[in-house]
């Protein structure tokens, strides 16, 4: 089977063409970052707009680097929720009117499913059940996948998602959008023992998180920081330092509770924040424990259509698909309404 996965959830256009047999054959990801950056944030308008222009030249291109003829392909897979309503109703209405148009199925996909089983894309054989981290910038989650579609909640923020935390304190630290890279970039200069700041919720019991009360730490810090005129370039990269380092260090020690509480044997991180190289590294020491560690390479981590195209894939290869050509889309869905896969 050869699916065409569609992603237009927020900021990236994002599309794939995979195959059941062959994997991934193709996909070409079109990032808005130059359109937004100047606004410091997603504006919602401009998104749509951006994936009215961009999805079709997109889709040529990805279709021709596969070797698949649109008249070849078996199911186009879009994402449906949850995300940017004006985004998604782009993607999805561009997605239904091409597969009715090709005359095959389409099937709507959750834009979380999409990053929970991107590690399967490299790592077929993970064993179930296993805990997953959802980490982006919309999102923060601790989940425990005993099937596809069977997913139990384990632990959210309460807050900022972890994405989000790094994107408002790289805003205060003037580093510019998106945070995330930015302040992994200036940490590899830092000092993370500088600052000792928290590590939010570890004192208590369970899985959420809290990382809204980071930030206010990170922005006390560099007021005190200006005030003495010691906010420097190496002030600045210091705290970026110690900020993720208390963030990694939150997250970590919550996946190793998540993994004790459930008895799995298998952790997977994805999400934007799960291409961080630190969390990468510090996820892997849990390997000592005799936990397998799995994680989508970098280009996967962050929105793409090749983690649509595969969750569609999984769910189309089961029989699964839309039941009408109506357009409904799903800005908030949570991941428990989904249907198991048997
Ligand atoms: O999954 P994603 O591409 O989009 C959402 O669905 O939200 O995640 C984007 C988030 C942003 O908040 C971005 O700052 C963060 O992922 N991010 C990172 C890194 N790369 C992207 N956070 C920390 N370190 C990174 N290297
Ligand atoms: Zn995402």
Redesign the pocket.
Known sequence: MRVLGIET??D?TGIAVYSSEEGLLAHRVHSQIDVHAIYGGVVPELASRDHVRYLRPLVDETIEASGVSLAELDAVAYTTGPGLLGALLVGSTFAKTLAFSINCPALGVH?MEG?LLAPLMENPDLPLPFVALLV????SQLVLVRAIGDYVLLGTTLDDAA??A??KTAKLLELGY????R??ALADLGDPKRFAFARPMTDRPGCDFSFSGLKTQVLMEARHLFKSGNLDEQGKADLAASFQQAVVDTLVLKCQRALERTDAKALVIS???S???LLRASVKSLELDGVQVAYPAPEF???NGAMIAFAGLTRLSHGQKDASLAITIRPRWPLSELPRVS
């Open positions: 959830s927020c990236e834009h990053h982006s910038g919309g999102h994405g989000e790094f994107d998106p945070g995330g890279p302040i992994a999400g934007g924040v291409s961080n190289q981590c962050t929105d």
